[in-house]
């Protein structure tokens, strides 16, 4: 029988050779001497690795920012973690676990306890594994079963409807796609995967009502008479009437829930022109706003008994154009974002479309004058709204991260890359509520723009976390341009909530070469001055190899 493999991070030989003394008949150990090299090994082949022991104190990378980056990759998912250190103080052991540690072990170690600390961590979690897996099968045949059930019901809707069959499956597809996009970019919206799950499979439920309009209406190949659109915009209303006439018990269900406000609102839009309550804005449930959009997208691009189907760059244009109504500006650009994504989902048809669209796009824009790095930060030209909503994060204002993936990231001659990182942005979320968190977060895109050139790029890269790219700035420049930013944020007031104070934490590499090796070492420093919060570190990352375990030498400037 294959031995488990035990991933053991302690800068000390001497540690290391004890635990592997104590573990090697039973296990197969790797070893790294630093949290850095730990990293690396987990990044590589962390499915092989059933357990990670790891020490606090080490160079590089503590124990505790080892723990955050596992947490933050989710590297953790296949693995438990045991912290080990001389330090046993009750701070030190709740930071551990609140980081995610499965258990601490204190040295001196004892052979016994240490054996039998590590096989019962493995095998509780090797149960939880189990336990998880059986939930999730359970859970999946429930799902199924459910969706089978939606599935026929829904079908039966669109035969009367004289439908393809897949507008359904389409719906559910798009909102999928929007959703997973949309908490991407934004914590707006508090949406779990679960949520995710129940808003898709309660899209298919959208248009149950016309299940009681006329078929000769439903199928009339020439234009409604204004009689007969009114009849076809009850349709919301008495969809939802008919999920609340449910048996109380069922509509209480949050799939229910979700599918009644979807069936009433799908046809609201935010500029409240929409019906049959005229809603505005966020007044609309975001359920329903999504799947009001991609109700509009199949529409459009599907043929139907009085139209034929339009192309997939031209269903964009009369979406963005305000054609079919007006959207929330973010999931336009979440539309924009899986574009290229929608129509490999939805057929080999659509993608051929999508591909001659691209080719027309490429022809029209001149992407090498609109990204020259010399150029001013205004993103796009005042004509191409669609491009300005690609790379532009719609609530703060600046670059997004598909600007940094499609620019920057594999680059190999960025000069200089700072990761910020917003302290205790949880807690302002928690404390004062998410729109409070909005504000904080475009106060501070709002500084750091105002602390930089034109010619240097602001990017929200995900969540609460900034990176700027720097072009031709020199060192010492750069060492005082991340204390400025740092000293701006510190001083911004919130006139909404007076009591609230913000800060950031920043890491920034300073040296020509790949961005993804900047990045890393600036998101490290980032780590290091996030332990004292207020806080920025710049490195030299020099152009020489040396023994470093990232094959590049890092001198610490501040």
Same mark, same amino acid.
């Given at each position: 029988?294959?031995?488990?493999?035990?991933?053991?991070?302690?800068?000390?030989?001497?540690?290391?050779?004890?635990?592997?003394?104590?573990?090697?008949?039973?296990?197969?150990?790797?070893?790294?001497?630093?949290?850095?090299?730990?990293?690396?090994?987990?990044?590589?082949?962390?499915?092989?690795?059933?357990?990670?022991?790891?020490?606090?104190?080490?160079?590089?990378?503590?124990?505790?920012?080892?723990?955050?980056?596992?947490?933050?990759?989710?590297?953790?998912?296949?693995?438990?973690?045991?912290?080990?250190?001389?330090?046993?103080?009750?701070?030190?052991?709740?930071?551990?676990?609140?980081?995610?540690?499965?258990?601490?072990?204190?040295?001196?170690?004892?052979?016994?306890?240490?054996?039998?600390?590590?096989?019962?961590?493995?095998?509780?979690?090797?149960?939880?594994?189990?336990?998880?897996?059986?939930?999730?099968?359970?859970?999946?045949?429930?799902?199924?079963?459910?969706?089978?059930?939606?599935?026929?019901?829904?079908?039966?809707?669109?035969?009367?409807?004289?439908?393809?069959?897949?507008?359904?499956?389409?719906?559910?597809?798009?909102?999928?796609?929007?959703?997973?996009?949309?908490?991407?970019?934004?914590?707006?919206?508090?949406?779990?995967?679960?949520?995710?799950?129940?808003?898709?499979?309660?899209?298919?439920?959208?248009?149950?009502?016309?299940?009681?309009?006329?078929?000769?209406?439903?199928?009339?190949?020439?234009?409604?008479?204004?009689?007969?659109?009114?009849?076809?915009?009850?349709?919301?209303?008495?969809?939802?009437?008919?999920?609340?006439?449910?048996?109380?018990?069922?509509?209480?269900?949050?799939?229910?829930?979700?599918?009644?406000?979807?069936?009433?609102?799908?046809?609201?839009?935010?500029?409240?022109?929409? %019906?049959? #309550?005229?809603?505005?804005? =966020?007044?609309?449930? $975001?359920? /329903?706003? *999504? !799947?009001?959009?991609? +109700?509009?997208?199949?529409?459009?691009?599907?043929?139907?008994?009085?139209?034929?189907?339009?192309?997939?760059?031209?269903?964009?244009?009369?979406?963005?154009?305000?054609?079919?109504?007006?959207?929330?500006?973010?999931?336009?650009?979440?539309?924009?974002?899986?574009?290229?994504?929608?129509?490999?989902?939805?057929?080999?048809?659509?993608?051929?479309?999508?591909?001659?669209?691209?080719?027309?796009?490429?022809?029209?824009?001149?992407?090498?004058?609109?990204?020259?790095?010399?150029?001013?930060?205004?993103?796009?030209?005042?004509?191409?709204?669609?491009?300005?909503?690609?790379?532009?994060?719609?609530?703060?204002?600046?670059?997004?991260?598909? %600007?940094? #993936?499609?620019?920057?990231? =594999?680059?190999?001659? $960025?000069? /200089?890359? *700072? !990761?910020?990182?917003? +302290?205790?942005?949880?807690?302002?979320?928690?404390?004062?509520?998410?729109?409070?968190?909005?504000?904080?977060?475009?106060?501070?895109?709002?500084?750091?723009?105002?602390?930089?050139?034109?010619?240097?790029?602001?990017?929200?890269?995900?969540?609460?976390?900034?990176?700027?790219?720097?072009?031709?700035?020199?060192?010492?420049?750069?060492?005082?341009?991340?204390?400025?930013?740092?000293?701006?944020?510190?001083?911004?007031?919130?006139?909404?909530?007076?009591?609230?104070?913000?800060?950031?934490?920043?890491?920034?590499?300073?040296?020509?070469?790949?961005?993804?090796?900047?990045?890393?070492?600036?998101?490290?420093?980032?780590?290091?001055?996030?332990?004292?919060?207020?806080?920025?570190?710049?490195?030299?990352?020099?152009?020489?190899?040396?023994?470093?375990?990232?094959?590049?030498?890092?001198?610490?400037?501040?």
């Amino acid at each position: 029988m294959e031995k488990q493999k035990i991933l053991i991070a302690d800068d000390s030989e001497m540690n290391r050779a004890l635990l592997v003394d104590i573990l090697e008949d039973q296990y197969d150990i790797v070893e790294a001497d630093n949290g850095a090299a730990a990293i690396d090994l987990l990044t590589q082949c962390g499915g092989d690795f059933s357990l990670l022991l790891l020490d606090i104190m080490m160079p590089e990378m503590d124990g505790f920012e080892v723990l955050a980056y596992i947490n933050r990759y989710h590297l953790n998912d296949t693995l438990a973690v045991i912290m080990i250190s001389v330090d046993d103080s009750p701070a030190n052991i709740k930071r551990a676990y609140d980081l995610g540690a499965f258990d601490y072990i204190s040295r001196p170690f004892d052979a016994a306890i240490v054996r039998r600390r590590i096989s019962n961590t493995m095998l509780l979690y090797a149960r939880q594994r189990h336990l998880e897996n059986i939930i999730a099968e359970q859970f999946y045949e429930q799902e199924k079963n459910n969706d089978l059930m939606i599935s026929i019901l829904s079908h039966i809707v669109e035969f009367r409807n004289g439908e393809s069959g897949l507008h359904v499956l389409h719906i559910k597809t798009i909102t999928e796609l929007l959703l997973k996009e949309l908490l991407r970019h934004t914590d707006r919206y508090p949406l779990s995967q679960t949520d995710i799950n129940l808003i898709s499979t309660a899209s298919s439920l959208h248009d149950i009502g016309k299940i009681s309009i006329s078929g000769d209406i439903l199928n009339k190949p020439g234009r409604l008479t204004a009689e007969e659109f009114e009849i076809i915009k009850g349709h919301s209303l008495i969809g939802a009437k008919m999920l609340s006439e449910l048996p109380l018990d069922q509509q209480e269900a949050p799939l229910v829930k979700v599918a009644s406000d979807i069936c009433r609102w799908h046809h609201e839009r935010y500029d409240g022109n929409g %019906y049959p #309550d005229g809603l505005k804005g =966020d007044e609309i449930p $975001i359920a /329903a706003q *999504v !799947v009001a959009l991609a +109700d509009v997208y199949d529409a459009l691009t599907s043929e139907r008994c009085y139209k034929k189907a339009y192309s997939h760059s031209k269903a964009l244009e009369m979406i963005f154009e305000g054609r079919c109504g007006a959207f929330n500006p973010t999931l336009l650009q979440c539309l924009l974002e899986i574009s290229d994504t929608l129509e490999s989902e939805l057929g080999q048809a659509a993608l051929e479309r999508n591909a001659r669209h691209r080719r027309d796009t490429k022809g029209r824009i001149d992407y090498d004058n609109l990204f020259a790095r010399e150029h001013s930060v205004s993103l796009v030209p005042p004509s191409s709204e669609t491009l300005q909503l690609l790379y532009t994060d719609s609530l703060t204002e600046v670059y997004n991260r598909r %600007y940094y #993936d499609e620019q920057f990231r =594999d680059s190999d001659d $960025i000069e /200089a890359v *700072v !990761v910020i990182d917003v +302290d205790s942005f949880k807690h302002i979320n928690d404390r004062y509520g998410h729109h409070a968190g909005d504000i904080v977060l475009r106060r501070i895109a709002k500084t750091v723009s105002s602390c930089v050139r034109k010619t240097d790029a602001v990017i929200r890269y995900g969540g609460d976390e900034f990176v700027i790219i720097f072009h031709r700035l020199p060192g010492d420049v750069f060492r005082k341009k991340l204390e400025e930013i740092r000293a701006a944020v510190d001083r911004l007031t919130i006139a909404e909530h007076p009591g609230l104070h913000v800060s950031v934490s920043l890491g920034g590499a300073y040296g020509v070469g790949k961005t993804t090796e900047l990045f890393e070492t600036a998101d490290r420093l980032m780590y290091q001055a996030k332990k004292s919060k207020n806080k920025a570190i710049a490195g030299f990352v020099s152009t020489q190899t040396e023994n470093t375990g990232k094959g590049r030498d890092v001198e610490i400037w501040s």
